[in-house]
């Protein structure tokens, strides 16, 4: 039996920076003060007009897989993890197929929202359980959200910046993954998103007339205490699952959007700050890339787990979909 192991990270910040003072000017408005106090972000990062998704992902990814000793034509499998693809069709994971020269990868998206990477990786995890094919998957997640922004839109223009992430998943002799857990809350499926460009509503030009172009937006209200709520049970669960307790996690990932939701929620598990790390107060909110971007900056930093340690990834993306897993730490 093959056990599914992270063997390396890599990730890719845009070199564009908007700080809140740079929205201040741009709202007319002070959100500076909100946003620190708040959520916890100073600044974020901006594509370049020039810039895709797949550009992100294939940087990010590049250095992901020459950190794991590998060439591109070793994978086997790419997976992205994204809601803001190249295209609504074909899947983006063609194309970064292509960029990298991936030539013997099958590939396909995975969109869940800002919960989509920790189900890729849950994915990656179970074909390599199952299926001796796989040997090396590349899980990786690109967030290009500023292109569906209205900078005049103070509820989202503070938020989302673009960034991407990946790790390489290897088929291993000793166990990486333990356990996973998939869960949603459908009913808040028309609450955040991008609406326009899809069956539902397509861009034609009496939609964009009438409704603007697609652009990422809050609809309906949904509690905001959802992720507070819903976080501790689910890592409870998931590490139960793993047949460890909470006190065996030695580091935990959540969802980047807000840095007093993370305070809460590991106060909750009777856990120190230690044992997380968080990255929206340089590089905001990057949705599915925000959780594999603040592992690789945590082990930059000499933060992050070491060989032996386990490590859970909590997210929740629009839909409302949520996913957990616990891993093992394999890289020495």
């Known amino acids: 039996m093959k056990y599914a192991q992270i063997i390396s990270t890599g990730r890719y910040i845009p070199e564009k920076r908007v700080t809140n003072q740079d929205l201040n000017k741009i709202l007319d408005e002070d959100v500076d003060a909100w946003l620190i106090e708040n959520v916890g972000i100073r600044e974020r990062h901006v594509m370049a007009e020039n810039e895709t998704t797949s550009d992100l992902i294939g940087a990010a990814s590049r250095q992901a897989i020459e950190r794991a000793n590998l060439k591109p034509t070793d994978l086997d499998l790419i997976i992205v993890a994204t809601d803001t693809p190249d295209y609504l069709s074909p899947a983006t994971a063609s194309v970064v197929q292509s960029k990298l020269g991936a030539t013997n990868a099958g590939t396909y998206d995975v969109n869940c929202a800002c919960a989509a990477w920790v189900t890729a990786l849950d994915l990656a995890a179970r074909y390599i359980a199952t299926d001796s ?3 090396n998957i590349l899980v990786a997640s690109g967030y290009g959200m500023t292109k569906f922004l209205d900078w005049r839109d103070k509820y989202t223009a503070t938020l989302f910046a673009d960034g991407a992430a990946a790790v390489v998943v290897r088929a291993g002799d000793e166990p990486g993954y ?11 499926h028309d609450a955040l ?6 069956t539902y509503r397509p861009a034609t030009a009496e939609a964009i007339a009438e409704f603007g172009k697609p ?5 309906k209200k949904f509690p905001k205490t959802f992720n507070s709520d819903n976080w501790p049970p689910l890592v409870r669960d998931v590490v139960a699952k793993a047949g460890l307790t909470l006190d065996d996690i030695s580091f935990f990932l959540f969802t980047q959007l807000n840095l007093r ?16 790390h968080w990255i929206m107060d340089k590089w905001g909110y990057l949705g599915s890339a925000c959780i594999p971007a603040a592992l690789d900056d945590a082990l930059e930093q000499g933060k992050g787990p070491k060989r032996g340690d386990n490590v859970v990834f909590c997210a929740t993306g629009g839909g409302m979909a949520m996913a957990a897993s616990v891993w093992r730490w394999t890289i020495s």
């Open 193 to 198: 998103g991008i609406y326009t460009g899809g």
């Open 178 to 188: 333990l356990s996973g857990k998939l869960m949603a809350r459908g009913e808040y």
């Open 215 to 219: 652009r990422v937006q809050f609809v």
């Open 133 to 135: 094919d796989f040997k």
């Open 261 to 276: 939701t993370i305070e809460y929620v590991m106060e909750n598990l009777g856990q120190p700050m230690s044992k997380t």
